[in-house]
């Protein structure tokens, strides 16, 4: 890895990390920020939602917005916007100020974090060095989402919590500084039409679905408007793939939706969000609701995960070049789902704490092997032109297994207590959520063990058939 070459990892992994803390810093936050700005309890939960309607919704979209029209031009056009929404939250005076600057907010992580995954694929050969290189932003990626959570309650305890959104503002302008002069643009030399027809039915079906699972974990899943939400986008989902087979110069080609790596690579992609995401969830309510831990106190306890995951990152790439991509997301899954059955055995007391620590860390190793094998295997075997659409796809991918684990296991643990709200009952709860996350876990790794290696099978024996 030259010297250049290090200098355009370290401002991507900055930019990315900086997007993954964003996710995460404002959940302490969030009853001082109501009580600072009048929010009402009911629709506090929209200082998060709203970020995550727009950063889900719109990913895929300006993903290949940036292979048509530059994705350095869209990466630093990004990074502005989020310097700009990150001032406006913080100096916002009314609830409807602070909503604009955090939609602004989630635009910005539409536009910027699939320019970024897609300058950094485009940026090192495919191989050795691009696994390294999504080794570390994945690392950090996840290292941000545990930072975000213990960096909003330090500056909310010490200072305010509008140094939540205030601490964007000096990295995105060093980033803005320092990345013209070291990131070449990266665009086709003849520049397609864009497919509106698919993209508006692509990102209406995302904003309905984000919309439904947002609903769902606040008023349940029977709730009628979480329900024709969860309808409406799965229907406008469908209709892209028959809009996008008609479509002269599609978004998304069939042809790339067919691929073996691609459709299960992010399959399995969600799968690691969607389990490690929630997992945090439920260890939050069981330090919380079961051992009385502070918020802060809480936070703090995922360093451990954070570590884990940094460790997974800078391991895969090893692990890859040694046993190849699928063998590693498989490993990584089984690693995962054994550290995430070791929490049934979580008790009412403190003592629990020991195996707390030990399968979070080792449960961050093993999900971080899966996901840098899903980017991997997602962003593989394209050409440079469609870097930024496989790229849209995989944050698309990332935002929506984020946004979908919570509401699902918040329902498991809400059904299973039933009227029981004390700390027994949030025990039991919490159990049977871990058991149906190490579940679905499982179920990811029989998907890829069976389907990748089924898809390269017949990949090598198409080619074998070319080259009689």
Same mark, same amino acid.
């Given at each position: 890895m030259?010297g250049?070459?290090?200098?355009?990892l370290?401002v991507?992994?900055v930019?990315?990390?900086?997007?993954?803390?964003?996710?995460?810093i404002?959940n302490v936050?969030?009853?001082?920020i109501g009580?600072?700005?009048?929010?009402?309890?009911?629709?506090?939960?929209?200082?998060?939602?709203s970020?995550?309607?727009?950063?889900?919704?719109?990913?895929l979209?300006f993903g290949?917005?940036?292979?048509?029209f530059?994705?350095r031009?869209?990466?630093?056009?990004?990074l502005?916007l989020?310097?700009l929404?990150?001032l406006?939250g913080g +100096?916002? *005076? $009314?609830?409807?100020?602070l909503?604009?600057?955090?939609? @602004?907010q &989630? %635009?910005?992580t !539409?536009i910027?974090?699939?320019?970024?995954?897609?300058l +950094?694929? *485009? $940026?090192?050969?495919?191989?050795p060095?691009?696994?390294r @290189?999504? &080794? %570390?932003n994945? !690392?950090?990626?996840?290292a941000?989402?545990t930072?975000g959570a213990?960096?909003g309650g330090?500056?909310?305890?010490l200072?305010s919590?509008r140094?939540?959104f205030?601490?964007?503002?000096?990295v995105a302008?060093?980033?803005?500084?320092i990345?013209?002069?070291?990131i070449?643009?990266?665009?086709?030399?003849v520049r397609?039409?864009?497919?509106?027809?698919?993209?508006?039915?692509?990102?209406?079906?995302?904003l309905?679905?984000?919309?439904?699972?947002?609903?769902a974990?606040?008023h349940?899943?029977?709730?009628?408007?979480?329900?024709?939400?969860?309808?409406?986008?799965l229907?406008?989902?469908?209709?892209?793939?028959f809009?996008?087979?008609g479509?002269?110069?599609?978004?998304?080609?069939v042809?790339?939706?067919?691929?073996p790596t691609?459709?299960w690579?992010?399959?399995l992609?969600l799968?690691?969000?969607?389990?490690?995401?929630?997992?945090?969830?439920?260890?939050?309510?069981?330090l919380?609701?079961?051992?009385?831990?502070?918020?802060?106190?809480?936070?703090?306890s995922?360093?451990v995960?954070?570590?884990?995951?940094?460790t997974?990152?800078?391991?895969?790439?090893r692990?890859?070049?040694?046993?190849?991509?699928?063998?590693?997301l498989v490993t990584?899954?089984l690693?995962?789902?054994?550290?995430?059955?070791?929490?049934?055995t979580?008790?009412?007391d403190?003592?629990?704490?020991?195996?707390l620590?030990?399968a979070?860390?080792?449960?961050g190793v093993?999900?971080?092997?899966?996901?840098?094998?899903?980017?991997?295997?997602?962003?593989?075997?394209?050409?440079?032109?469609?870097?930024g659409m496989?790229a849209?796809?995989a944050?698309?991918?990332q935002?929506?297994g984020?946004?979908?684990?919570?509401?699902?296991?918040?329902?498991?643990?809400?059904a299973?207590?039933g009227?029981d709200?004390?700390?027994?009952?949030v025990l039991d709860g919490?159990g049977?959520?871990?058991?149906?996350?190490a579940?679905?876990?499982?179920?990811?790794?029989?998907?890829?063990a069976?389907?990748?290696r089924a898809g390269?099978a017949a990949g090598?024996?198409t080619?074998e058939?070319c080259?009689?």
């Open positions: 030259t250049r070459l290090r200098l355009v370290v991507l992994l930019a990315q990390f900086m997007l993954a803390v964003d996710f995460s404002l936050a969030l009853p001082a009580n600072g700005l009048g929010f009402s309890l009911a629709h506090l939960q929209w200082i998060a939602t970020f995550a309607l727009a950063a889900a919704g719109f990913t979209l290949r917005v940036a292979d048509l530059g994705r031009r869209l990466f630093l056009f990004g502005g989020l310097g929404s990150s406006a +100096l916002a *005076t $009314s609830p409807e100020l909503l604009t600057a955090r939609v @602004a &989630g %635009l910005a !539409a910027v974090t699939p320019a970024g995954l897609s +950094l694929t *485009t $940026s090192f050969p495919e191989g060095l691009r696994d @290189a999504l &080794g %570390l994945g !690392a950090l990626m996840s941000g989402f930072t213990v960096l330090v500056l909310t305890d200072l919590w140094w939540s205030f601490i964007n503002v000096p302008l060093a980033v803005l500084l990345a013209p002069g070291v070449k643009e990266s665009r086709p030399e397609p039409k864009l497919d509106v027809p698919g993209a508006v039915t692509v990102t209406l079906g995302l309905a679905l984000v919309h439904g699972l947002t609903r974990g606040e349940g899943w029977t709730d009628t408007v979480a329900l024709v939400a969860l309808v409406a986008g229907l406008l989902v469908v209709s892209f793939w809009v996008e087979r479509a002269a110069s599609p978004l998304v080609p042809r790339v939706l067919r691929r691609v459709v690579g992010n399959a992609g799968i690691a969000f969607v389990t490690e995401t929630s997992l945090v969830f439920l260890m939050t309510l069981y919380q609701e079961v051992l009385d831990f502070s918020a802060l106190a809480a936070g703090l995922f360093g995960l954070g570590l884990g995951t940094v997974g990152g800078v391991l895969a790439a692990v890859i070049g040694r046993i190849g991509t699928t063998p590693t990584g899954g690693v995962q789902a054994v550290a995430t059955a070791a929490l049934l979580l008790g009412g403190r003592s629990s704490m020991a195996v620590l030990v979070t860390f080792i449960g093993g999900n971080m092997l899966v996901i840098v094998g899903f980017m991997v295997t997602a962003t593989s075997g394209l050409p440079d032109r469609e870097q496989a849209g796809l944050t698309m991918t935002q929506i984020i946004t979908m684990g919570t509401p699902i296991m918040s329902a498991i643990v809400t299973r207590m009227t709200a004390g700390p027994r009952g919490v049977l959520a871990v058991l149906v996350n579940a679905i876990v499982v179920l990811g790794v029989v998907l890829a069976v389907f990748l390269r090598r024996g080619a058939a080259a009689g």
